[in-house]
């Protein structure tokens, strides 16, 4: 056995077990048959997939699409501005990141439900807004899409933020000089130099964010309140209260492709840019 | 005529030191001008502030005879063409050709970028993008680029510093071509002497701050204001107070008549091709080099020798 091989040896069993097994599961599990009491059962058939293609399911798919795809639009915007403020700010910019990743020092899970107590009919918003006599009955701010995206880009914000200014950390300051030199004014500037130099800081954030607010089933079911169904719940659903172990194994497959998909077809027009 | 760039007792100061010091230059229009002094002399920041990326902390910059001091680089009619070329990564050639133009939302863009890039001896190669081009193509896309806007004066940041040596040298030429050719004032920046003399009209040599002198390259070479210049601008030998260049001194063994001479050892001599450098210690201490011709040199390493030279070829300071 080469040294090479032997190096890799830890990780390829590691990946074996814990990857290639369950894909394994996941798939032979999708062509089969729901057992009575869960789990699954001989025949071999493909209705589980012919069952997404079912109008419910697939406007869960694209409502999925959707809500991932305005969340990381969100964080684009939000995340951007952020990312080239932190870096432009010399000395304090290690302070900034760290601010960034600030939320990391908690779970997820709780950062979730502290948006149930803040949003919820007795919780801090309506509280303080009843309190002032802005409003007289409670808003609904929870159970619906915008609580969902509020969750999601408060959650995923920094996977954008990171890579982004990763990117514009790099731009070399003389094309700013340059662009100025020749007449660009500021905001020029930023939408000829800046925003096109920084498309891979773009790119990458974005699939950062986007393929997992696409598989998100925790923010969907405590904030969307389960009337938000995306894939991730499905899949959830499925093997939880359905009992219908396959049809789940085939929606987890179809988000899993769905993502590969939308990556490699980013993976090819970057590497088609290159080569031109 | 109203020259086309003057600083007026510009100075600039930055945390800890003063960059460029009290300096005033008047620069005629249509010439081509070179900042000339070793690194850190404020060089560097003086084409800054004439570019507009520095604010002067005192002082005047005159563009045209109007104080430009406050116009961002964006409000002046200058282009910078930068030492690491800064072209756009994301643009061909001609886009970043095209990138001022568009700014100054002219007519007939991509003819005139097409015709700078002719200029500059790329046509063919419009539609690369800066990572396709050579280190001496990038360049030419950055003159093409400043080029193109017809500028007031056109500042190069040690424009050949990058190129490769044998590059370097026919870039000089093209460089001066291209000054004549489109009539615009050109001002670089550099610390190669060699480059300052041969291609520029008048040389303002920078030290500390300070602008030393500004002359015509034969005069601040044969005629420097300063130790300093003439130290710069080209080898020089000491003796006492008096300067004399390498190439106006003599060596022989016998001691010649009616002419300033020292006595000295050969130390060594070394062979340059076309010329040869023969070093020797004086006797009253110091050192002195002669440039010589092949045929000159029949010096042997240690021989007891009469270093000479004409009067006029002498260098006095006050």
């Known amino acids: ?276 | 005529m109203q020259p086309v760039l003057e600083l007026r007792h510009v100075s600039k100061d930055f945390p800890g030191h003063r960059a460029v010091d009290n300096i005033s230059l008047e620069l005629p229009r249509g010439g081509f001008y070179a900042l000339l002094g070793p690194s850190g002399c404020g060089k560097t920041t003086t084409l800054r502030m004439i570019g507009g990326f520095e604010q002067p902390s005192a002082g005047d910059v005159l563009l045209n005879g109007s104080v430009v001091n406050a116009l961002k680089p964006f409000e002046r009619d200058v282009s910078t063409v930068f030492q690491s070329y800064a072209l756009f990564p994301h643009l061909t050639a001609l886009r970043n050709v095209e990138f001022g133009l568009r700014e100054r939302k002219l007519a007939d863009r991509e003819p005139r970028a097409m015709r700078a890039l002719e200029l500059v001896q790329l046509t063919g190669k419009q539609d690369r993008t800066p990572a396709q081009l050579s280190g001496g193509e990038k360049q030419r896309v950055a003159l093409a680029r400043s080029l193109v806007l017809e500028p007031q004066i056109l500042l190069l940041d040690e424009p050949l510093a990058a190129l490769d040596p044998k590059l370097r040298k026919e870039m000089r030429a093209e460089l001066k071509a291209m000054q004549r050719k489109t009539g615009i004032t050109f001002l670089f920046v550099t610390h190669d002497q060699e480059e300052a003399l041969s291609m520029s009209d008048k040389v303002a040599v920078m030290n500390q701050g300070h602008i030393e002198q500004f002359g015509t390259p034969e005069e601040v070479y044969l005629r420097p204001a300063t130790p300093f210049v003439a130290g710069f601008l080209g080898a020089i030998n000491w003796f006492g107070k008096t300067g004399v260049r390498p190439e106006s001194t003599r060596v022989s063994r016998d001691k010649p008549d009616g002419v300033p001479c020292r006595r000295a050892a050969i130390e060594s001599s070394l062979f340059f091709g076309n010329r040869v450098h023969v070093n020797s210690v004086l006797d009253e201490g110091g050192l002195a080099v002669a440039e010589l011709s092949r045929e000159q040199n029949h010096f042997e390493e240690g021989e007891a020798v009469w270093i000479h030279w004409e009067p006029a070829d002498e260098l006095h300071f006050e």
Do not use: H
């Open chain 1, 1 to 276: 056995m080469s040294l090479r091989s032997r190096f890799l040896l830890p990780a390829r069993v590691w990946m074996a077990l814990f990857f290639a097994a369950p894909m394994a599961i996941v798939l032979s599990y999708s062509f089969l048959t729901r057992g009575e009491y869960g789990g699954v059962e001989q025949p071999w058939t493909v209705e589980n997939f012919i069952r997404l293609a079912d109008p419910i399911y697939l406007s869960i798919l694209w409502r999925s699409i959707w809500i991932a795809g305005l969340s990381t639009a969100l964080c684009a915007l939000l995340g951007f501005p952020l990312a080239l403020f932190i870096s432009r700010s010399g000395r304090r910019r290690n302070l900034y990141l760290q601010l960034v990743l600030l939320p990391f020092w908690t779970s997820f899970l709780v950062r979730t439900y502290a948006w149930l107590f803040i949003l919820r009919d007795t919780g801090l918003v309506n509280t303080v807004l009843m309190r002032l006599n802005i409003i007289a009955t409670p808003m609904q701010l929870l159970y619906n899409d915008r609580a969902v995206l509020l969750g999601l880009v408060c959650n995923f914000l920094p996977f954008f933020v990171l890579p982004m200014y990763a990117t514009l950390e790099r731009l070399d300051p003389a094309l700013l000089e340059a662009a100025a030199d020749l007449g660009a004014r500021p905001f020029a500037t930023l939408r000829r130099v800046i925003i096109p130099v920084s498309a891979p800081g773009f790119v990458a954030g974005s699939v950062l964010v986007f393929i997992p607010c696409l598989g998100a089933y925790l923010t969907p079911d405590l904030l969307g309140g389960g009337k938000t169904v995306m894939l991730g719940n499905l899949v959830q659903n499925q093997f939880t209260t359905a009992r219908d172990w396959p049809f789940g194994s085939a929606a987890s497959l179809v988000l899993m492709l769905a993502s590969a998909l939308l990556l490699a077809s980013l993976m090819r027009s970057r590497m088609a840019r290159e080569l031109t």
